[in-house]
C-alpha cells in the first residue's frame, strides 16, 4: 500500500491540521515508510480471533446520580485563549 | 546525601539530621548548575517547592509526617499539577498552567507530603523514544551528553541519573519508563494498566499509559509505588483492587523462581555488547537459586506493527481535544473556526506528533478500519496470549530492555521507523498490559545496559522482590555518570 499526496492531504484536513504541500510530500514519504513496517500485520491470519481493545476485562462502573464538583468556571476558563462573560470565544459560525 | 535511597533519607529528616527545606534546597542547587547543560527540567520553581518543604518539616515536627513526607521528587510534565505550568512537553501547552492536580500528584503532595523540585522534559506528547521531540530541546545523556536519555520520560531518566533529584516520576505506553531507564541506568517500573490513576495525566493512549516510578532501586520504586498506585473513581479504568504494600516481599530468598527467556528475545537484532551483559545478569539470578527455561513469544515481532496502528488511533482521539478552544495554543491569524482549528493545530503540534495523529486519523477513517485497526487489535490479543502460554511454564520474563545503548542526538532523528523500532522489546508489555521493570545490569562501551522483568498481571511485588535481591548483589545500580559531579 502506498499513500498518494491526495490521501494525505485529505487525512490532514480529517485532522484538522493545515498542511503545505512541501510538508504533505515529506509527510507522505514518512507515513509511507511507517506504513510498510505496519503491512507485516497483514499476513497473519486473524480469522476467529476476538479483537482486544483494552487490557483488562471490565465493564464501567456507575455512580449514584450525584453532583460532586463543585463549579471552578472562572479557574478553567482562565486557561482559556479568549472568554467573555463566561462564555468561550470562537469565530463566527452561523452568518 | 545526594546520592542517598528513600530510606536512608527518610531516616535523616526522620532524625533531624537534614530538613526537608535543605535537601530541597541542596537539589534546587543542583538543578541551577547542571540543568543549563542536561535540559532535564522545564519548569523550576524554587519558591513552590521551598514551601512544601516548609509544609513537610512542619508535619516531621508535628509527628504527623510519612516516610515520604519531605522527600523531593521530580514530575514528568504529563502530570497536571495545579498552580504548575504542564507542557507535555508541547508548544499547544507551552503557556497552560494546570487548574487541578493529577491523582498522582494529589497523593504525593497531599497524603505522603512529598516535595516536587519541577516538571521535567519529556517527548512531546510522550511520543518519541530520544526526547527530541520535545519543544523545549533534547536531554542529555550524562553518562554521555552527545547522546540521548531516552524517552519519553527522558527528562526524569537524566533527573535521576545525574542526581538531580533522589528520584522522578514517569508514563509508559510502549516503553517510556522501561528504555529511559535503561539507558540511563536506572531502576524504573511500569505497573500493570490500571494500577496507578490516570486522572490529570494528559492521555496519548489511553488503553496503554501507565504511570511509574524511576529511581536508582527497586527499594526505592516500591515505596513510591506504595504512594501512586490504588483504586481511583476518577479514572475509569482504575481497577478495584485491596491496597498492596509493594516492598513486603523485598528480601524473599529468590530460591526456586522459574525465569522464562523469550527465544524471540535472545536472537538477532540486539547489539552483541547488550547481549552479554543481560547473560551475565541471567548467570548471577542463576546463582541467587533461579532456573532459567526458554519460552516464546511467536507474535512479538508484530508488536511494532500493532501498537503503531493501535497508539496512533488513540492519539489521534485523545489530542482532538486541541483546537484552540478551551485551553492550549490558539493562532494568531485566522478566519472561519475551521481555519482556527487547522491554523492552531498545524502550529501547536511538532512533527512527530503530527505524524501519529494522521496515522490514528487514517487507520480508523471509513474503509480502512477493518483492515488496520480491528487487525492491530486481533493481534493485540495473540499477543497478550502468548504471555498467558509463556508464563505457564515461568514467574517472570527477563530480556533485554532496549537492543542498544543510548544512541547519538540526531542519529536516529530523521526515520521514525528505527526510532519506532528500538522499543521492539518493551512495547508487547503495554500491548498485553502486564508489568515491567529495567534494572541496570552493566555497561556496554561505557554506556549503560538494562536487563528487563516483565511479570504476571499484578505481578509488582514479586518483581521488585526479583529486582531487589539482584540489586543486594550487584552494585551496576550505584554506579553515577563520572562527568557529573
Redesign the interface.
Known sequence: MS?TLE??QR?????????SESEART?QS??N??????????A?D?RG????????E?S??L?PDAVTEEN?RA??Q?????TEAGL?L????IE | MINASLKQLSQALATKQISSVELTRLFLDRIARLNPVLNAFVTVDAEKSLNSARTADARIAAGTAGQLTGIPIAQKDIFCAEGWRTTCGSKMLAN??S?YDATVIRKMHGEAGMVSLGKTNMDEFAMGSSNETSFFGPVRNPWDTERVPGGSSGGSATAVAARLAPAATGTDTGGSIRQPAALCSLTGLKP???VVSRYGMIAFAS??DQGGPMAASAEDCALLLNTMAGFD?RD??S?ERPVEDYARDLDKPLAGLRIGLPREFFGEGCDAGVMAAVRAAIAEYEKLGATAVEVSLP?S??S???Y??IAPAEA?SNL?RF????????AED??????????S??QG?GAEV??R???G??VL?HGYYD??Y?????????I?DDFVEAFKSCDVIMGPTSPSTAFKLGEKAA???QM?LSDIYTIAVN???LPGMSVPCGFAGGLPVGLQLIGNYFGEAQLLNVAHRYQQATDWHQRRPPGIA
Open positions: 499513500l490521501q494525505v487525512i490532514a484536513h480529517l485532522a484538522r491540521i493545515e498542511i509527510t514518512h507515513l515508510g511507517i506504513f510498510q513496517l505496519i503491512e507485516q500485520m497483514q497473519v486473524t480471533v476476538e479483537p482486544m481493545a483494552h487490557a483488562q471490565l464501567q462502573r455512580r471552578r479557574a478553567f482562565a486557561v482559556a485563549p479568549e468561550y470562537v469565530p463566527k459560525v | 497552560f498552567v487548574p500493570t494498566y490500571g488503553s496503554l473513581e475509569s479504568t481497577l507474535n515481532h508484530l511494532v506493527p500493532a503503531y496502528v489521534s482532538s483546537d484552540g478552544v478551551r485551553y492550549g495554543y490558539r485566522y478566519g472561519s473556526l475551521d481555519d482556527m482549528y487547522m491554523k493545530r498545524a503540534f503530527k505524524r495523529i494522521l496515522i486519523t487514517y477513517s483492515a488496520y480491528l487487525q492491530a487489535q486481533r493481534i493485540r490479543r495473540l497478550a526515520d521514525p521507523v519506532y500491548l498485553a498490559g
